[in-house]
């Protein structure tokens, strides 16, 4: 049952209740005692959340109504954090320790074999209360009044922050999958100053304007974008509008952060001179501006007096494909500032590479010892880090990155995260995928600095993967990808059999490139590419040399996708040739004992006898940079021509 938007209804008769900023959820426990969680779609998500699933505390047969909802710092539900979660389908234990979640269950549908659709809403809400919800673990009922007066309990939900407030007539029966009179929902709107930038043409009656695109400016001088609002106007405000922005046509896009491609599609770009006035309902951890509505023009205002203030300057800005600022020079990390992060005790704050970044648990094991070695702690992986940054730092700087985290440890489940963590700081550089999907992930980290590489490290994420395009064009790849995946009953001798291979036939297309290990069981080959091809391109191109290598050696290769189906054999895998799927990237550290890290190698090095896939670790990984040098490193952004095959 769905409420319908309006304003807070007069009279008696009505129960209020706040409004959560969280997902609606059915949670049912069939007559087995199995408990299901179905969005409102309709969709199956109870995997995502074995947390609340483990909260239920009967085995009756009941379905209640509620929202999933994760709280932030101040005890609000945050639709930002909750995101963390929602895309998951087997969160680890770290994850749901990271973000916790709760079900606010606010109405109850069937207790036992009594279906309570067709009974009031105060004979639910008694039904509610008598269950006992509100004692699971996980588990909250929240409050509804009928001793307040809509108007005033909506300044208590603008008061706390909140999105504001349902109120349902207490004679309400329950209407599975109908939007409802006797369910009214009043969000609460904020009201702010935008510089408009831009407008995209409207279809029909919108033939003047769709939408317009709007922004503010930061201290600096620079113009933002803040979103785009396409409702709230009158036929005359469209046409008054197009014809004061029709002068104003500009060729160039005025933001400095740029705007999403699905936004910026057919927009006609304009000098921001007239400021305007929106309403919005909640704000996004990047700055924008969520449901949004006209209100008019301010002809009063100058463009520059608009700026970022409040939440919008506190929020880390997204950058919308633009080129990437140039990177920093990878700070070298002194002797004093190693003597510092001895000097802490379990957690502190390192003064590092020019912040100041909050450590815990510096002493806990990430990774088993090896070999007779001691095992390895947070504050050796925080260390390693740090040091290795002016070598790892170039394979990362300008390119979205893809993370492994293991907060309990290699020996534990861990997970892979591409969503930025809603707690980064805010000098951690940010970038907003464009053509995501809706559902996927929208924002991610962009290593590009020391002080990111060892708060990632603080997070223990011991795989870093960066994506083979760059910024601002991630649709064309900078490097071809050859991944030697040995079966399980691959030995490393045929690995380097194959790679040599690879080796040969590279050598006779005068091709550059360069091998390296991976710090598990493979080798994988890197070739720099000039900017220009697209992944198709790429993929075609190493599909055929993969094809020609793997026929001489047809006795150690399976082109079958699914492991299983291999018969133990290696894959020469070309499909890692494709947006946002990625390798690890070299002197990335490994979840194995030892923390064996991914090494660069000559070509000569293939022959090595003493060659083996995890040779070395965070405790050898910079002796041997510093006496042999990365023989990958001048492949880094040189012009290459893949060969027509």
Do not use: C
């Not at 919008?312 to 510092?340: H, K, Q």
């Amino acid at each position: 049952m769905l409420a319908t938007p309006g304003r807070p209804p007069a009279g008696q008769g009505w129960a209020v209740e706040f409004k959560w900023d969280g997902v609606r959820a059915l949670l049912g426990v069939d007559s087995a005692g199995g408990v299901h969680l179905t969005s409102r779609n309709g969709n199956d998500v109870t995997l995502g959340y074995p947390d609340l699933v483990a909260g239920v505390a009967t085995d009756r047969p009941l379905v209640l109504d509620g929202e999933i909802v994760a709280l932030d710092e101040a005890g609000r539900p945050d639709f930002g954090l909750l995101q963390n979660r929602m895309h998951v389908r087997h969160p680890p234990a770290a994850l749901q320790a990271e973000v916790p979640v709760q079900f606010y269950a606010f109405d109850v549908l069937r207790v036992g074999e009594r279906s309570l659709l067709r009974e009031t809403y105060d004979d639910r809400r008694a039904a509610l209360d008598d269950l006992g919800v509100a004692g699971w673990p996980r588990f909250a009922v929240p409050p509804s009044t009928t001793e307040v007066a809509p108007p005033q309990m909506l300044d208590v939900a603008r008061e706390h922050g909140l999105e504001g407030i349902v109120v349902k007539r207490r004679t309400s029966r329950y209407e599975p999958g109908r939007r409802a009179a006797s369910w009214i929902k009043i969000a609460l709107f904020t009201t702010r100053e935008v510089v408009l930038g831009g407008w995209t043409p409207g279809e029909g009656s919108r033939g003047a304007i769709g939408s317009l695109l709007l922004g503010a400016y930061d201290g600096e001088g620079r113009l933002h974008y803040l979103g785009n609002v396409g409702t709230g106007f009158t036929q005359a405000a469209l046409r008054a509008l197009r014809e004061l922005l029709e002068p104003l046509r500009a060729d160039d896009d005025p933001f400095a952060s740029g705007v999403p491609r699905e936004h910026a599609r057919g927009v006609r770009w304009v000098e921001p001179r007239l400021v305007g006035e929106v309403e919005y309902r909640t704000l996004t951890h990047d700055a924008r501006l969520r449901h949004s509505v006209w209100r008019g023009l301010r002809p009063d205002r100058d463009p520059h007096e608009v700026v970022l203030d409040g939440a919008f300057a506190r929020a880390p800005l997204a950058s919308y494909g633009v080129p990437a600022a140039a990177p920093e020079a990878p700070r070298i990390v002194t002797p004093d500032e190693l003597a510092a992060l001895d000097a802490l005790r379990r957690k502190g704050v390192w003064e590092v590479a020019g912040r100041e970044i909050a450590l815990t648990n510096l002493d806990k094991v990430i990774f088993p010892g090896r070999d007779g070695a001691p095992p390895v702690t947070k504050r050796d992986l925080v260390r390693y880090h740090a040091r290795v940054a002016p070598h790892l730092l170039p394979y990362l700087q300008g390119r979205p990155v893809n993370m492994q985290r293991f907060p309990d440890g290699v020996t534990k489940q861990g997970f892979w995260q591409k969503e930025i963590p809603v707690h980064a700081p805010d000098w951690v550089t940010r970038w907003r995928y464009p053509d995501a999907d809706p559902g996927d992930v929208q924002d991610y980290v962009v290593v590009d600095s020391t002080a990111t590489l060892v708060w990632l490290a603080n997070l223990a994420a011991i795989e870093l993967h960066p994506w083979t395009s760059k910024l601002p064009d991630v649709h064309s790849p900078t490097w071809a990808l050859i991944d030697i995946d040995p079966g399980p009953t691959t030995s490393f001798d045929d690995v380097l059999a194959v790679a040599r291979l690879y080796r040969a036939a590279l050598d006779h297309l005068g091709v550059a490139a360069a091998p390296k290990v991976t710090g598990k069981r493979g080798v994988q080959i890197w070739v720099p590419v000039t900017p220009g091809p697209t992944f198709a391109d790429t993929r075609g191109w190493v599909e055929k040399v993969s094809k020609a290598v793997g026929r001489m050696v047809p006795e150690l290769i399976s082109w079958e996708w699914h492991t299983d189906r291999r018969g133990g054999r290696m894959r020469l895998d070309y499909t890692q040739n494709v947006i946002n799927k990625t390798l690890v990237a070299p002197f990335s550290a490994r979840p194995a004992a030892g923390a064996p890290v991914s090494m660069t190698l000559t070509w000569d090095e293939l022959d090595d006898p003493d060659l083996r896939p995890d040779r070395w670790t965070v405790a050898t990984a910079l002796d041997r940079l510093e006496t042999v040098g990365d023989p990958m490193l001048p492949l880094l952004g040189r012009a290459q021509t893949l060969p027509n095959l």
